[in-house]
């Protein structure tokens, strides 16, 4: 398999819904929650590619657009963006979808970093 059919085959997309244990005072997603569940996509993309034990060892900047509302629903999609010899970059995309009307708009957007490590947690190469 080529390496741009890995990338291809680890897209990962994830629905939530926002629920209201998973939001503030304003009754919009935590910031917190929000980069969690990034951070958990982008591991389980980073996982799906090199099929190797990964470790987050840095985000780039996440801005959030606005307000996440309670009762809508997000997407996340993770992609494989930049590979090295024992790191991979994954982007992920948070988009809100309106619970009933079909109405989607992006959100938010951040980068992961992933090193691949052994069970020794020694970095290891990516692809062998």
Same mark, same amino acid.
């Given at each position: 398999?080529?390496?741009?059919?890995?990338? #291809?085959?680890? /897209?990962?997309?994830?629905? #939530?819904?926002?629920?209201?244990?998973?939001? $503030?005072?304003?009754?919009? =997603?935590?910031?917190?929650? &929000?980069?969690? %569940?990034?951070?958990? !996509?982008?591991?389980? +993309? &980073? +996982?799906?590619?090199?099929?190797?034990?990964?470790? +987050? !060892?840095?985000?780039?900047?996440?801005?959030?657009?606005?307000?996440?509302?309670?009762?809508?629903? !997000? /997407? %996340?999609?993770?992609?494989?963006?930049?590979?090295? $010899?024992?790191? %991979?970059? !994954?982007?992920? /995309?948070?988009?809100?979808?309106?619970?009933?009307?079909?109405?989607?708009?992006?959100? @938010?957007?951040?980068?992961?970093?992933?090193? &691949?490590?052994? #069970?020794? #947690?020694?970095?290891?190469?990516? @692809? =062998?």
């Amino acid at each position: 398999m080529t390496t741009e059919e890995k990338i #291809k085959q680890s /897209e990962t997309r994830i629905f #939530k819904a926002v629920f209201p244990n998973t939001t $503030n005072h304003n009754d919009t =997603l935590f910031g917190g929650t &929000a980069i969690q %569940l990034m951070d958990e !996509v982008a591991f389980i +993309t &980073a +996982t799906r590619f090199c099929r190797k034990r990964v470790v +987050t !060892v840095s985000s780039e900047r996440i801005d959030f657009k606005k307000p996440i509302p309670s009762g809508t629903i !997000v /997407e %996340l999609i993770g992609k494989v963006i930049h590979i090295g $010899n024992t790191s %991979l970059k !994954v982007s992920v /995309e948070m988009i809100i979808k309106q619970m009933y009307p079909d109405h989607r708009e992006q959100d @938010i957007h951040g980068e992961f970093t992933f090193v &691949a490590v052994d #069970k020794d #947690k020694k970095p290891i190469s990516i @692809i =062998l």
